[in-house]
């Protein structure tokens, strides 16, 4: 058989039987990456990541930290629960530092390790501000977005590898090469991010506002996001995240729907 057909039937087999469910759309979704590989590597890095950096402890914001990660993660498991997805955060290992560093960031590795710069306070502005980064955050992770982009990167690269395999002539092998980097970037990796931060988006949303925080906040902090950048943004269409403008009317768009979903579990004044 040839190698190229054997890295076809190797593609088809990767993407029928290297699949997961996103327990918030019940969608398949790419997973040729287990999470019981994931989450092991994520846990050492951010280990690595708290030695090389310098902690924030005992202070007011990192309490708040701490504070609104615990609820945001209460808030994740009860909606989980509900949907009839009960253990899913059994793997889970939260854990919520606050880091002294100027870069306006917060992130959520697979497993649940958040981590917030100071950079980010003063544009989150209030704890409730901190809820909707913090939901957005923890969303990526429980939706297994880090999990699904290494697999798109893995798909990528095979097909690069099946390309160069199969074309013999050096001149079409090199105009592949050129266009299918471009190609697949452009027309596929990018708006599979950009859809990635519209989930997290809604997900956040629905989670900070159950956590009894007020999803309307999450349009205005991005408000405030895009005075920090003073404007400055490539097309959306090179870009990894939804234009401000877009994020900003999305988010006012899902408030109301997130106070409804917070209804059902009796939450219906917000901080």
């Known amino acids: 058989m040839k190698i190229k057909n054997i890295l076809l039937m190797f593609g088809v087999a990767a993407l029928v039987f290297s699949c997961a469910t996103n327990p918030f759309t019940q969608k398949k979704t790419l997973a040729l990456v287990s999470n019981s590989q994931l989450f092991p590597t994520a846990f050492a890095q951010y ?12 202070t007011k914001d990192a309490e708040m930290i701490t504070r609104v990660g615990q609820r945001i993660a209460v808030a994740a ?5 509900a949907n ?20 306006v960031n917060a992130w959520c590795m697979p497993g649940g390790k958040i981590v917030f710069y100071t950079g980010i306070l003063p544009i989150a502005k209030s ?5 909707a980064i913090m939901g957005h ?17 893995m798909l990528q690269q095979f097909g690069a590898v099946a390309g160069n ?13 050129q266009y299918y980097g471009v190609g697949s970037q452009v027309g596929v990796m990018l708006p599979f991010s950009r859809s990635h931060e519209t989930e997290a988006d809604k997900i956040g949303s629905y989670l900070m506002a159950i956590a009894g925080y007020d999803p ?3 349009a205005e902090l991005w408000k405030r996001m895009k ?6 943004a490539p097309p959306e269409i090179l870009s990894t995240h939804p234009s401000n403008d877009s994020r900003i009317a999305n988010l006012k768009a899902l408030a109301p729907k997130a106070k409804a979903e917070a209804k059902k579990f009796g939450v219906t004044t917000f901080r």
């Open 216 to 218: 309307a906040e999450a």
């Open 137 to 153: 955050e923890v969303a990526h992770a429980l939706a297994n977005h880090g999990q699904q982009r290494m697999s798109a990167g």
């Open 127 to 131: 704890e409730t501000g901190v809820a």
């Open 77 to 81: 498991e009860r909606w989980l629960n």
């Open 165 to 177: 395999i199969a074309i013999k002539d050096e001149k079409s092998r090199n105009a592949f090469n």
């Open 84 to 103: 009839g997805n009960h253990g899913y955060l059994n793997d889970y290992k939260w854990e919520y530092n606050l880091v002294d560093d100027k870069t």
């Open 227 to 232: 005075a920090n950048g003073g404007g400055k």
């Open 47 to 58: 280990d690595q990541f708290l030695t090389e950096n310098k902690v924030v402890s005992g």
